[in-house]
């Protein structure tokens, strides 16, 4: 299919905005363009990249009544070569499809949402923020928005990409641990369930969960399964843990549990780091146990935005609390926030062809 480009005059662009002094938020800002598809009667038509701008969905849409909707959240870099390189955008498109099928919602090609993604950063590349530690975030959704009530799936679908020039997640630098929440009383996903797909509705459901958690000073909660015995996801993150021999280990991966790209890849590169990378269930309790005698040094969250978000400290429903470690950021978790990042921004050799080169040309 091809990808029709109907594009802001070059005047009416808002590139400019951008300069190296400017301090950007995370995901707040957008790029002049979006790259729109539509399913209807059975396939995928007219693919086009257009200004950014509203979408005009009838009240009766599927998606605003039953939440029939899924996204992704990837990340492109700046090399020192001046180019843009997109890092596992593949595993995103995948994920996109096991998360469509999860809602009966229809694929799209992997390759057909690579080329719709690198031609959106091609088109809008005058947008990446050149700073350190900035990014382009690239957010890849679907939801349908067939006028009909009654609870059953669509069959018109709209797929979209747009973009966000983003600041570091950290902005002033990897430096405060976070403070998660334990909690037996909300719960993230059922066995059976979506837990496992980028579902919008799975996030609509955490928001209490992460509102509770604040009023504990704590940053998110620590998701437990349903019978609140294992480790599920550290909020919006899959959970970590380093034990005093510098293992890493991660929950295995469930139904319940997404399967984030960061996880993967940190299993898949810890032989470079050196480390020792497991997965496997973890049941609160030892953890716990774990935290108090210092078997377990350091924890945290695993996941595309932050990369690493490490944990200082576990508050319990009752108000008391534990640290981890000394409560502050361990060298392991520092370890892989660097070697992590350096390979994403170019700095270390991507042997793995994790990096897609964003082609030159429409600009
Ligand atoms: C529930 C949940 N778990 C884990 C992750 C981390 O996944 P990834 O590393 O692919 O960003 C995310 C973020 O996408 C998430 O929403």
């Not at 947008?127 to 006028?147: K, N, T």
């Not at 669509?154 to 973009?163: F, H, M, N, T």
């Not at 299993?267 to 470079?272: H, T, V």
């Not at 520092?334 to 700095?347: D, N, P, R, V």
């Amino acid at each position: 299919m091809e990808i029709k480009l109907n594009l802001k005059k070059p005047d009416e662009r808002i590139k400019s905005q951008l300069t190296p002094k400017d301090k950007l938020p995370f995901g707040k800002l957008r790029t002049d363009h979006m790259f729109v598809c539509d399913y209807t009667d059975g396939s995928w038509n007219n693919a086009s990249i257009i200004p950014y701008s509203d979408f005009s969905i009838p009240p009766g849409a599927i998606v605003l009544h039953y939440a029939q909707a899924i996204f992704e959240g990837a990340k492109a870099f700046m090399h020192p070569d001046n180019e843009i390189y997109t890092f596992r955008i593949d595993k995103n498109a995948e994920r996109m499809n096991i998360s469509a099928d999860c809602l009966c919602m229809p694929e799209m090609p992997v390759d057909f949402q690579i080329k719709a993604i690198h031609t959106l950063i091609d088109v809008d590349r005058l947008w990446f923020p050149i700073q350190e530690g900035a990014s382009l975030y690239i957010r890849p959704f679907m939801f349908s928005f067939d006028d009909s009530l009654g609870v059953h799936p669509g069959s018109k679908y709209k797929y979209a990409v747009i973009l966000s020039p983003s600041g570091p997640y950290y902005p002033d630098g990897f430096s405060k641990p976070i403070k998660l929440l334990i909690t037996k009383k909300f719960h993230r996903a059922t066995p059976g369930g979506t837990g496992y797909a980028k579902a919008a509705g799975n996030y609509a459901a955490s928001l209490k969960a992460g509102e509770f958690a604040k009023k504990f000073g704590a940053n998110q909660v620590l998701y437990l399964d349903t019978t609140n015995t294992y480790i599920e996801e550290a909020g919006a993150m899959n959970h970590y843990h380093i034990t005093s021999d510098g293992t890493v280990v991660i929950p295995e991966f469930t139904d319940t549990i997404l399967k984030s790209i960061t996880s993967q890849s940190i299993i898949e590169l810890a032989g470079d780091l050196g480390l020792n990378v497991v997965q496997k269930r973890i049941k609160i309790d030892e953890f716990i146990e774990d935290v108090k005698s210092g078997k377990i040094v350091e924890a945290g969250g695993f996941g595309t935005a932050a990369v690493i978000s490490p944990v200082g400290t576990y508050v319990f429903e009752d108000g008391s609390s534990i640290d981890v470690g000394n409560g502050q950021i361990g060298p392991i978790s520092k370890k892989i926030y660097e070697y992590y990042t350096g390979l994403q921004y170019g700095k270390i050799k991507d042997s793995r062809g994790w990096l897609k080169k964003v082609e030159k040309m429409h600009v």
